[in-house]
């Protein structure tokens, strides 16, 4: 986009607008949140119309992924008004320092802690898995034997760079042990080869929601993957809870049939071992000890109960 106080052009302006419509840069405000390296900044614009009019508009530009690219422009396929949460992609493109978006600026703040993701949140969710069933994305890893070994090996080097500064080095050996027995595991790499595979969000948590006066947006689409929709409820709502029905009955009004609890199960397991198996070299870097303890408790039930599936 121009630099602060020129006009452009741009298609997402004409398409709103008209093809007379330009957006001047009135403001830019760099934006740093989590813990992402991408350049993100907030752009106030002027758009001046060609009826003489004009309109203020915040927007969000940031450089992203070929695979956030590919996943924003996947949403905009989602038309169902009940999947209010996805972001809205309005341009993309790139330049020296490579892909970038454009999305409209939403206000708000990322949620306490993931047991306050609101209904848009599953509900958005469930619509999306349901229209992307089984669909081919371009740049998008997929689950499959390569991406576990891509992932046990960032998390086994991650684990083996923290241990010898660490101040609790008794959990990172315990990670490192769990991670390297169950790096071939057949239940975590053949489960999903059964299991239909989706365009999901892959790193779903509080951090990644934003709840706003409008309601709330799921954010930070780097790390979206085709893989079992299970990867994006494994963090927020387990299958015996209350709140998971929120996500099945949207999916069942979106696909127009229920989903197989059985199925259900075997995934929603096999996600939590995968969730808290991944997030294990983070945990360690900025959470601590306890916390690493909880998550290889969480991994080894879910891998217990994989077990007793059958799966």
Not at 85 to 96: C, I, R, W
Not at 182 to 198: A, D, I, Q
Not at 216 to 224: C, L, N, P, R
Request: charge should be negative; glycine fraction near 6%; include cysteine.
């Amino acid at each position: 986009m121009a630099s602060h106080g020129t006009s452009h052009t741009v298609d997402w302006v004409e398409s709103r607008w008209g093809k007379d419509a330009v957006a001047r840069v009135v403001r830019r405000t760099p934006i740093t949140h989590g813990y992402s390296s991408q350049s993100v900044e907030r752009l106030d614009l002027l758009v001046e119309v060609g009826d003489g009019s004009t309109a203020d508009l915040a927007v969000l530009r940031k450089h992203a992924t070929a695979a956030e690219v590919t996943a924003l422009r996947a949403l905009r396929d989602v038309t169902d008004t009940r999947a209010p949460a996805l972001p809205e992609l309005l341009a993309d493109g790139n330049d020296a320092a490579g892909p970038w978006v454009v999305l409209p600026f939403y206000s708000g703040s990322t949620l306490a802690s993931e047991a306050e993701v609101c209904d848009d949140v599953l509900q958005s969710l469930a619509v999306m898995h349901v229209r992307h069933v089984n669909v081919t994305l371009p740049n998008l890893p997929v689950v499959d034997r390569t991406w576990w070994d891509n992932g046990f090996r960032h998390v086994d080097r991650r684990l083996s760079e923290l241990l010898p500064t660490a101040s609790e080095p008794a959990p990172l050996h315990e990670a490192l042990d769990l991670v390297r027995r169950v790096r071939g595991e057949p239940l975590l790499v053949r489960t999903p080869e059964r299991l239909s595979r989706t365009l999901v969000h892959g790193d779903i948590h509080a951090n990644n929601i934003l709840a706003g006066p409008a309601g709330s947006k799921i954010i930070d689409w780097g790390a979206a993957t085709l893989g079992p929709a299970m990867l994006d409820l494994a963090n927020l709502v387990s299958p015996d809870s209350p709140r998971f029905e929120v996500y099945a009955d949207a999916w069942e009004a979106s696909a127009g049939r229920a989903l197989d609890p059985r199925l259900v199960n075997v995934e929603y397991q096999w996600a939590t071992a995968c969730v808290n198996i991944k997030y294990l070299g983070f945990a360690a870097h900025h959470l601590g000890g306890d916390a690493v303890r909880d998550m290889l408790e969480r991994a080894q039930r879910a891998l217990d109960a994989l077990a007793r599936s059958g799966a």
